[in-house]
């Protein structure tokens, strides 16, 4: 952990340091700009992180995000000696790791276990989907009610991918932090911990929008098919600059020079052949798209895959409610079991696996991380009444792979009925600061909001075992 230095500095939300340390804390989808910031305002990485041969090893970074929060004792965590009304319906089966068991319908993935790293007691105390969802993206727990959290603010703790945007965006045109398909809302709100927060609009991610598996899928929000030319939209581009420049106002404020920014930023991207290659779907080898599964969620995979290598840094895939015949989210109140075995678990379980496939037969598994997570688990305990399992943030299941990362492990362990861990808890704050190490930033750094006011990234350190 860090040491805290200097007089009473704040963090996004106007809270101290020391009051962050009491309470045990650590988009408007817009346009991503990323700006460098200088290195005397980002910490430098101590001697020990320079020698660690996984800091700063992946050069991108892409997470399957399963909203609503997957059973982990029904996919990565089964509990077979348990009586029924714990262990479910299904069965489980033999992994490549040996000793391990996952569920019957991760047949799949199952046979990735000896490369990946699964991490059976992810745990923290925020049982909503908002304030789940803000402390895994985070690192920080929320700090208002859970029902100010369906809402985005600019007090906001930056989502990682935006916080990497600020201080280490790579290089290249293409936005370094992007949501596939979109941002996840809770009816009409908007859930907090999705963009740049206190960092400012500059920040806030790109979300492509739309549904990546029609045939004739493009960007919502920006027109880069591969044979549409920017010559228009660079006219258009100064048209709205002269008259920009003769509003004196907007050109001085904060707001025209945002706009400013993320127009040129635009045209950056169309201008780019690579990333227009990237998103025009069309294009894509068909049995490429198959590998994938023709589905929201397996082509929002491939996309986002595809984003990655078009130079995206960090790329965030969302199961939507839309995926599979009946609409479920991993939320599973009800027919939890048929909605896995049905809608949820088989498409995650082809999706992976192919962009596992896709990464390593390309030799990019060595350069990128992959993360799949949620927001929380399932209770240990079903609701009969309604064949359910209810949320569950106490314990629950995470896994990694790729660059910076010591595949074929299980690391820590849920107690006897899946309930609480039983050896090596994991917090988000410690999540997140690996995901942060492994890209090569350190997760002591200190950075500035829109306001001027210091915050550490986070207050977790590396889980040291999850590391090569």
Request: hydrophobic share 35%.
């Amino acid at each position: 952990m860090f040491s805290i230095q200097g007089p009473e500095a704040r963090f996004c939300d106007g809270t101290t340091r020391r009051e962050m340390l009491k309470v045990g804390g650590l988009g408007m989808t817009g346009l991503g700009l990323p700006h460098l910031i200088s290195n005397s305002a980002a910490a430098a990485p101590s001697e020990a992180k320079k020698r660690s041969s996984s800091f700063g090893k992946a050069k991108n970074c892409i997470i399957l995000f399963l909203s609503g929060g997957a059973a982990h004792l029904d996919t990565f965590d089964p509990k077979p000696e348990t009586p029924a009304e714990i262990r479910g319906e299904f069965g489980t089966i033999q992994t490549a790791l040996d000793g391990v068991r996952v569920s019957e319908y991760l047949p799949k993935t199952a046979k990735w276990l000896d490369r990946v790293v699964l991490v059976r007691s992810m745990t923290h105390t925020s049982s909503g989907h908002a304030r789940g969802g803000y402390i895994m993206f985070t690192g920080h727990e929320y700090q208002g009610s859970g029902s100010d959290a369906n809402f985005m603010n600019r007090k906001d703790s930056p989502h990682l991918g935006a916080a990497l945007a600020k201080v280490s965006p790579g290089e290249g045109p293409m936005f370094p932090f992007i949501l596939v398909p979109r941002r996840l809302d809770a009816g009409s709100g908007r859930r907090a911990g999705q963009w740049g927060g206190c960092l400012g609009a500059k920040y806030d991610p790109m979300a492509t929008g739309g549904n990546p598996n029609e045939d004739n899928f493009k960007l919502d929000h920006l027109p880069l098919v591969a044979n549409r030319s920017s010559e228009l939209l660079i006219r258009r581009k100064r048209l709205v600059d002269q008259i920009n420049t003769q509003n004196r106002y907007l050109q001085e404020s904060d707001l025209g020079r945002t706009l400013s920014q993320n127009q040129q930023k635009a045209l950056d991207v169309i201008s780019s052949k690579a990333v227009r290659r990237a998103v025009d779907l069309s294009i894509a080898d068909k049995k490429v798209r198959e590998a994938y599964g023709r589905n929201l969620f397996g082509q929002s995979t491939l996309l986002g895959r595809r984003l990655l290598e078009a130079g995206t840094r960090l790329v965030q895939v969302n199961w939507l409610r839309t995926q599979g015949k009946q609409g479920y989210a991993w939320d599973s109140h009800r027919l939890n079991f048929t909605a896995l075995r049905d809608d949820l678990i088989p498409p995650f379980d082809q999706a992976f696996t192919a962009l596992m496939n896709d990464l390593e037969e390309t030799g990019q598994l060595d350069e990128t991380l992959v993360v799949v997570a949620g927001e929380f688990g399932r209770t240990p305990k079903v609701t009969l009444s309604t064949a359910g399992r209810e949320h569950w943030p106490n314990c629950f299941s995470v896994m990694l792979a790729g660059a910076g990362i010591r595949g074929g492990q299980v690391y820590g362990a849920s107690d006897r009925t899946g309930a609480y861990p039983g050896d090596l808890p994991v917090s988000p704050a410690e999540l997140t600061a690996t995901i942060y190490h492994c890209l090569g930033v350190d997760p002591e750094t200190e950075t500035h909001d829109q306001s001027g006011r210091p915050f550490y990234l986070t207050l977790g350190s590396p889980v040291e075992a999850l590391l090569t």
